[in-house]
């Protein structure tokens, strides 16, 4: 007889990290593109740093975590 499957916790927490990831990519982009609207060069060059740096390497340990938790599901099964 078959176990019921357990919740994976690690997957479980890397699809609620991507979902606020893109929302947060969401919110940047709306935010970058008011800011071309309104002529504010300055916030627009901020948030463009922003997402260059700090959301290229989010973005990576996202998939890593997002790796991971793949591996660790199909290991258990």
């Not at 463009?48 to 790796?67: D, I, Y």
Request: net charge positive.
């Amino acid at each position: 007889m078959r176990r019921p499957h357990r919740h994976n916790h690690l997957l479980g927490i890397t699809f609620t990290l991507i979902k606020y990831f893109l929302l947060g990519l969401a919110g940047c982009t709306i935010a970058y593109l008011a800011a071309l609207v309104l002529d504010v060069p300055v916030v627009a060059g901020a948030i463009a740093f922003f997402l260059e740096q700090v959301l290229a390497r989010s973005l990576a340990l996202l998939g890593c975590l997002w790796a991971i938790a793949v591996i660790n599901e199909s290991a258990r099964s």
